[in-house]
């Protein structure tokens, strides 16, 4: 029996310490080790004296045993991958965040403009006025000197009938 794979495995239950990159080959070395102890046991049943179901219920033990610190050590193991797994994910984000143009997503949207015209498609930029969707051909043409003259700067009082009609008028 390897004696650092169960210092590690008891360790590792305990918290003490993360995952050895070597658990998976302590774990083959605890396993073939053991193999041996079960072949060597079953040779021992061979005795008349041994035959009896004691020693066979023993030998069960032995093998259960071994299926649980197996499914401790490999249970340890994913749990220490997938912390491992998320703090280099997070590191990841991070960097990628700290080397990211802010202005990346204009240039996205300028390469899939340009896709959909090459397409032939109609553009997908708009903007929300009110509730009415803007497409670019009209931000392009529309005059904002007219909405400024008769728009948001008229001054009616906030109850009166005028006021509100216009400001209908003009989401529509």
Sequence with gaps: MNRWALTAALRLQKGLVGMDRNALGYLRDLNGHMEGALALLEKLAEYPELKNEDFIIY?????????????????????????????????????????????????????REEELRKQGQPSQIGLLLGMRKVTRAEILSASFEEEDETGPDTEEEPGSDEGQSANDERRS
């Excluded at 033990?61 to 220490?80: P, Q």
């Design 59 to 111: 030998q069960s033990y032995f093998r259960e045993y071994l299926a649980d610190t197996n499914m401790i050590v490999l249970d340890a193991l994913e749990e220490s991958e997938q912390a491992m797994m998320l703090k280099a994910n997070t590191e990841r984000v991070a960097y990628e965040k700290k080397i990211r143009d802010p202005d990346d997503c204009y240039l996205d949207v300028m390469h």
